[in-house]
T-cell receptor
Framework: GENVEQHPSTLSVQEGDSAVIKCTYSDSASNYFPWYKQELGKRPQLIIDIRSNVGEKKDQRIAVTLNKTAKHFSLHITETQPEDSAVYFCAASRVDMRFGAGTRLTVKP | EAGVAQSPRYKIIEKRQSVAFWCNPISGHATLYWYQQILGQGPKLLIQFQNNGVVDDSQLPKDRFSAERLKGVDSTLKIQPAKLEDSAVYLC?????????????FGPGTRLTVL
Protein backbone atom coordinates (compact mmCIF):
# COMPACT_ATOMS: atom_id res chain seq x y z
CA GLY A 1 0.00 0.00 0.00
CA GLU A 2 0.87 3.67 -0.13
CA ASN A 3 3.48 5.02 2.29
CA VAL A 4 3.88 8.75 2.89
CA GLU A 5 6.88 10.27 4.64
CA GLN A 6 6.89 13.86 5.83
CA HIS A 7 9.73 16.15 6.90
CA PRO A 8 10.53 17.95 9.09
CA SER A 9 8.56 16.83 12.13
CA THR A 10 8.91 20.26 13.72
CA LEU A 11 9.59 23.64 12.15
CA SER A 12 10.04 26.98 13.84
CA VAL A 13 10.19 30.23 11.87
CA GLN A 14 10.03 33.95 12.54
CA GLU A 15 6.91 35.80 11.54
CA GLY A 16 7.24 36.93 7.94
CA ASP A 17 9.63 34.15 6.95
CA SER A 18 8.75 31.30 4.62
CA ALA A 19 8.11 27.70 5.67
CA VAL A 20 8.56 24.60 3.53
CA ILE A 21 7.31 21.11 4.35
CA LYS A 22 8.23 18.14 2.16
CA CYS A 23 6.58 14.77 1.58
CA THR A 24 7.43 11.68 -0.44
CA TYR A 25 5.09 8.91 -1.49
CA SER A 26 5.64 5.37 -2.68
CA ASP A 27 2.69 4.51 -4.95
CA SER A 28 3.21 5.98 -8.41
CA ALA A 29 -0.53 5.51 -9.07
CA SER A 30 -1.48 8.09 -6.42
CA ASN A 31 -3.14 11.01 -8.15
CA TYR A 32 -4.38 13.36 -5.43
CA PHE A 33 -2.26 15.15 -2.84
CA PRO A 34 -4.06 17.26 -0.23
CA TRP A 35 -2.59 19.23 2.65
CA TYR A 36 -4.44 19.56 5.93
CA LYS A 37 -3.99 21.98 8.82
CA GLN A 38 -4.91 20.78 12.28
CA GLU A 39 -5.05 23.11 15.24
CA LEU A 40 -4.85 21.72 18.75
CA GLY A 41 -7.94 19.73 19.63
CA LYS A 42 -9.63 20.41 16.30
CA ARG A 43 -10.38 18.46 13.16
CA PRO A 44 -8.09 18.48 10.11
CA GLN A 45 -9.04 21.17 7.60
CA LEU A 46 -8.07 21.08 3.94
CA ILE A 47 -5.92 24.09 3.01
CA ILE A 48 -4.79 23.20 -0.51
CA ASP A 49 -4.64 20.20 -2.80
CA ILE A 50 -3.07 19.23 -6.09
CA ARG A 51 -3.84 16.59 -8.66
CA SER A 52 -1.27 14.55 -10.52
CA ASN A 53 -1.82 16.36 -13.83
CA VAL A 54 -0.69 19.67 -12.31
CA GLY A 55 2.84 20.60 -11.23
CA GLU A 56 2.10 23.60 -9.06
CA LYS A 57 -0.85 25.33 -7.44
CA LYS A 58 -1.01 28.56 -5.50
CA ASP A 59 -3.61 30.12 -3.22
CA GLN A 60 -2.57 33.47 -1.74
CA ARG A 61 0.31 32.73 0.67
CA ILE A 62 0.15 28.97 0.20
CA ALA A 63 1.57 26.97 -2.69
CA VAL A 64 2.08 23.29 -3.39
CA THR A 65 4.47 21.73 -5.89
CA LEU A 66 4.43 18.16 -7.18
CA ASN A 67 7.25 16.19 -8.80
CA LYS A 68 5.71 12.95 -10.09
CA THR A 69 9.00 11.56 -11.34
CA ALA A 70 10.65 11.87 -7.94
CA LYS A 71 7.37 11.14 -6.13
CA HIS A 72 7.56 14.09 -3.83
CA PHE A 73 5.48 17.16 -3.14
CA SER A 74 5.96 20.21 -0.98
CA LEU A 75 3.96 22.86 0.83
CA HIS A 76 5.24 26.42 0.79
CA ILE A 77 3.88 29.10 3.11
CA THR A 78 5.14 32.63 2.54
CA GLU A 79 4.92 35.63 4.86
CA THR A 80 4.09 33.38 7.80
CA GLN A 81 1.84 34.71 10.56
CA PRO A 82 1.37 33.49 14.15
CA GLU A 83 -2.04 32.08 13.19
CA ASP A 84 -0.27 29.71 10.78
CA SER A 85 1.03 27.84 13.85
CA ALA A 86 -0.50 24.35 13.74
CA VAL A 87 0.25 20.79 12.69
CA TYR A 88 0.27 20.26 8.93
CA PHE A 89 -0.34 16.89 7.30
CA CYS A 90 0.31 15.84 3.75
CA ALA A 91 -1.56 12.94 2.22
CA ALA A 92 -1.56 10.88 -0.97
CA SER A 93 -4.50 9.13 -2.50
CA ARG A 94 -5.59 7.03 -5.44
CA VAL A 95 -8.61 5.37 -3.87
CA ASP A 96 -7.73 5.37 -0.17
CA MET A 97 -5.90 8.17 1.63
CA ARG A 98 -2.59 7.80 3.45
CA PHE A 99 -1.33 10.60 5.68
CA GLY A 100 2.14 11.68 6.64
CA ALA A 101 3.13 11.88 10.31
CA GLY A 102 2.70 15.63 10.46
CA THR A 103 4.83 18.77 10.88
CA ARG A 104 4.36 21.01 13.88
CA LEU A 105 4.88 24.56 12.62
CA THR A 106 5.53 27.33 15.12
CA VAL A 107 5.59 30.94 13.92
CA LYS A 108 7.26 33.23 16.42
CA PRO A 109 6.01 36.83 16.55
CA GLU B 1 -24.53 22.69 4.60
CA ALA B 2 -24.31 20.70 7.81
CA GLY B 3 -20.97 19.07 8.47
CA VAL B 4 -20.02 15.55 9.52
CA ALA B 5 -21.54 14.69 12.89
CA GLN B 6 -19.99 12.33 15.42
CA SER B 7 -20.95 11.12 18.85
CA PRO B 8 -19.98 10.84 21.56
CA ARG B 9 -17.27 13.50 21.65
CA TYR B 10 -15.48 11.89 24.58
CA LYS B 11 -15.47 8.39 26.01
CA ILE B 12 -13.54 6.85 28.88
CA ILE B 13 -13.64 3.09 29.35
CA GLU B 14 -11.58 0.40 31.01
CA LYS B 15 -9.59 -2.11 29.04
CA ARG B 16 -11.54 -5.15 27.86
CA GLN B 17 -14.75 -3.13 27.75
CA SER B 18 -16.64 -2.44 24.53
CA VAL B 19 -17.33 0.92 22.92
CA ALA B 20 -19.17 2.19 19.86
CA PHE B 21 -18.90 5.41 17.91
CA TRP B 22 -21.46 6.91 15.56
CA CYS B 23 -20.99 9.05 12.46
CA ASN B 24 -23.44 10.85 10.20
CA PRO B 25 -21.80 12.09 7.00
CA ILE B 26 -22.65 15.14 4.93
CA SER B 27 -25.90 14.58 3.08
CA GLY B 28 -25.32 13.09 -0.35
CA HIS B 29 -21.77 11.95 0.34
CA ALA B 30 -21.36 8.40 -0.88
CA THR B 31 -17.99 7.71 0.71
CA LEU B 32 -17.38 7.48 4.44
CA TYR B 33 -14.07 6.98 6.20
CA TRP B 34 -13.04 6.08 9.75
CA TYR B 35 -9.60 7.16 10.89
CA GLN B 36 -7.66 6.55 14.08
CA GLN B 37 -5.40 9.41 15.18
CA ILE B 38 -3.04 8.61 18.00
CA LEU B 39 -1.58 11.64 19.77
CA GLY B 40 1.29 13.11 17.79
CA GLN B 41 0.61 11.06 14.66
CA GLY B 42 -1.23 11.49 11.40
CA PRO B 43 -4.68 10.00 10.85
CA LYS B 44 -4.58 6.30 9.97
CA LEU B 45 -7.34 4.99 7.73
CA LEU B 46 -9.22 2.13 9.38
CA ILE B 47 -12.03 1.55 6.91
CA GLN B 48 -13.56 3.20 3.85
CA PHE B 49 -17.12 2.68 2.65
CA GLN B 50 -18.62 3.47 -0.73
CA ASN B 51 -22.35 3.60 -0.01
CA ASN B 52 -22.79 0.46 2.12
CA GLY B 53 -19.89 -1.51 0.62
CA VAL B 54 -16.34 -1.71 1.98
CA VAL B 55 -13.67 -0.23 -0.31
CA ASP B 56 -10.67 -0.70 1.99
CA ASP B 57 -10.32 -2.20 5.45
CA SER B 58 -6.72 -3.37 5.18
CA GLN B 59 -5.64 -1.46 8.29
CA LEU B 60 -8.61 -2.38 10.46
CA PRO B 61 -7.68 -4.75 13.35
CA LYS B 62 -10.50 -7.12 12.57
CA ASP B 63 -10.05 -9.22 15.70
CA ARG B 64 -11.42 -6.35 17.79
CA PHE B 65 -12.69 -3.62 15.49
CA SER B 66 -15.81 -3.74 13.35
CA ALA B 67 -17.72 -1.16 11.37
CA GLU B 68 -20.93 -1.04 9.44
CA ARG B 69 -22.87 1.30 7.22
CA LEU B 70 -26.00 -0.69 6.67
CA LYS B 71 -28.17 1.84 4.84
CA GLY B 72 -25.35 3.66 3.12
CA VAL B 73 -25.75 6.77 5.27
CA ASP B 74 -24.61 6.80 8.90
CA SER B 75 -22.06 4.41 10.29
CA THR B 76 -20.92 2.85 13.55
CA LEU B 77 -17.44 1.77 14.56
CA LYS B 78 -17.11 -0.70 17.42
CA ILE B 79 -14.18 -1.87 19.50
CA GLN B 80 -14.58 -5.10 21.45
CA PRO B 81 -12.61 -5.63 23.65
CA ALA B 82 -10.65 -2.38 23.99
CA LYS B 83 -6.92 -2.29 24.72
CA LEU B 84 -4.83 0.49 26.22
CA GLU B 85 -3.27 1.19 22.81
CA ASP B 86 -6.71 2.01 21.36
CA SER B 87 -6.62 5.35 23.17
CA ALA B 88 -6.87 7.86 20.33
CA VAL B 89 -9.16 10.25 18.54
CA TYR B 90 -11.46 8.48 16.10
CA LEU B 91 -12.24 10.71 13.16
CA CYS B 92 -15.02 10.16 10.67
CA UNK B 93 -14.85 11.83 7.27
CA UNK B 94 -16.97 11.84 4.15
CA UNK B 95 -16.56 12.76 0.51
CA UNK B 96 -18.86 13.01 -2.47
CA UNK B 97 -17.31 9.99 -4.16
CA UNK B 98 -14.41 7.61 -3.88
CA UNK B 99 -11.19 8.26 -5.69
CA UNK B 100 -8.45 10.81 -5.97
CA UNK B 101 -9.57 14.38 -6.13
CA UNK B 102 -12.55 14.08 -3.83
CA UNK B 103 -12.13 16.37 -0.84
CA UNK B 104 -12.71 14.70 2.52
CA UNK B 105 -14.57 16.60 5.21
CA PHE B 106 -13.80 15.59 8.76
CA GLY B 107 -16.06 15.39 11.77
CA PRO B 108 -15.00 16.71 15.20
CA GLY B 109 -13.82 13.28 16.32
CA THR B 110 -14.39 11.09 19.36
CA ARG B 111 -11.62 11.11 21.92
CA LEU B 112 -11.32 7.63 23.46
CA THR B 113 -9.37 7.01 26.63
CA VAL B 114 -8.82 3.39 27.65
CA LEU B 115 -7.73 2.93 31.27
Amino acid sequence: GENVEQHPSTLSVQEGDSAVIKCTYSDSASNYFPWYKQELGKRPQLIIDIRSNVGEKKDQRIAVTLNKTAKHFSLHITETQPEDSAVYFCAASRVDMRFGAGTRLTVKP
Amino acid sequence: EAGVAQSPRYKIIEKRQSVAFWCNPISGHATLYWYQQILGQGPKLLIQFQNNGVVDDSQLPKDRFSAERLKGVDSTLKIQPAKLEDSAVYLCASSLMTGGGNEQFFGPGTRLTVL
